[in-house]
């Protein structure tokens, strides 16, 4: 809908004097069939639909369609987030003792997620209160950008992980255990130092995102299109940068997963008869999954996040082809919401030993119900890829040959009194 100033809508009386000032035409409000179309034709330059340079400031962006199911959406995301990532970050914190990178990343993740979902409420709030926000411009600035900040940690963190286990799979000795860097003399794991240096960024890039100013200061509205003309045109540019590290991170989960995968289904084929064979195969299937899972949840909003980000540059287009941006904008940020609740479906398919915890506990407090899951408990990560599959022998044990085996079956025949098997020269 677009607003006009009723002092700027009409003409000026120096356009027609020739007509008396008393001969004034009858006030809006008793002309039934007056617009503002029938005083200014789209032809007109002093009405043009298409022109935004004024229109970015006077174009509403209130969907009243879409208030509802934001609100509905989101309360669920809320719930099931909550819920989902309290119980992972209580697995790994309290009952998976492995002290492993992969651990590292996931506890991460699972706070970054419960921060982002910290955010929902106030989404929430402001869609049922009628697309109003009354908790000022900062807030809306904090809440907005807390909640951008953590999704982005949450896909730097799945592209760490898929990293960290390509690395882990593709390395020797001690590199398959985990890397670790020294800094300051000592040697400390790099998912810690990832995961601090992450953080730490994310904080410096936050405070200017929320002290400076926007191009349009209005309390009233919150979480919808802004145009990033002069004074906010560098926060544009900043959120282009953060496409671009989405996509770099896209490269590697692809790169990673598809390199993991297809080496497990390749010793799965080539060597059926390895214990774990089967299990290599399940684990490629996951990571295949997982990527899929991401790629859905992230995909479209990041394909459409360039073109929402030249319009907020752009002082040409439509009011209509503002509001259609906005509102799709808005649907594919739902996507992106939903990976939180999706997140501690990844964290158990990327470690096996959370799992097999996760279930046990929760066989053990339910009763022994979900015994039935004990087959879907097996350790499936690549870190038994690389445990050997050929039995070792045990110290000062004597190697069992055909020979050696016949004479104990020779002995324990003879003891029951059958038959015995013809002589190979036991001793």
Known sequence: MIAFSTASSFPSASSNSSLPMSASPLPVSMSPSFSFTSLFPPSSPHFDST???????????????????????????????????????????FLHSSQNSVRVFLINCAVADLVLLACLPFRIFY?????????????????????????????????LISLDRYLRLQGKGRARRGLSLTLWGRSRPWS???????????????????????????????????????KAKGKAYFNAVLVVLFWLVFIVLVVSYAKIASRLLRVSRDKPDLPNAQRYKRTAKKSFFVLFLFTVCFGPYHAFRPVYILTQLDQTATCDYLQMVDRTNEVMLLFSAFNSCLDPVMYFLLSGSVRKTAVQTLGRRLGN???????????????????????????ETPSVTPRT????????????GLTVLPPTGCQ
């Open 127 to 159: 869609h049922v209160n009628g697309n109003k926000w009354v908790l000022g411009s900062v807030a809306c600035k904090m809440v907005g950008n807390l909640f951008y900040m953590n999704m982005y940690i949450s896909i730097t963190l799945l592209g």
């Open 192 to 230: 810690c130092l990832a995961c601090g240096a992450l953080w730490g960024l994310s904080v410096v890039a936050l405070v200017p995102m929320i002290a400076t100013a926007e191009d349009r200061e209005d309390d009233g509205k919150c979480f919808q299109y802004k145009p990033r003309s002069s």
């Open 51 to 93: 022109s935004v340079s004024p229109n970015q400031n006077v174009c509403s962006f209130d969907d009243e369609a879409l208030r509802l199911p934001l609100a509905v959406l989101y309360s669920l995301f809320f719930l099931f987030g909550l819920v989902g990532n309290l119980f992972a970050l209580w697995v790994f914190v």
């Open 405 to 416: 085996s016949i004479c104990a079956i020779n002995a324990t025949l003879r003891r029951t």
């Open 369 to 395: 119900r979900l015994l039935f899951l004990n087959d879907a408990t097996s350790n499936s990560s690549t870190t038994e890829f690389r445990r050997p599959s050929v039995p070792v022998a045990l110290p």
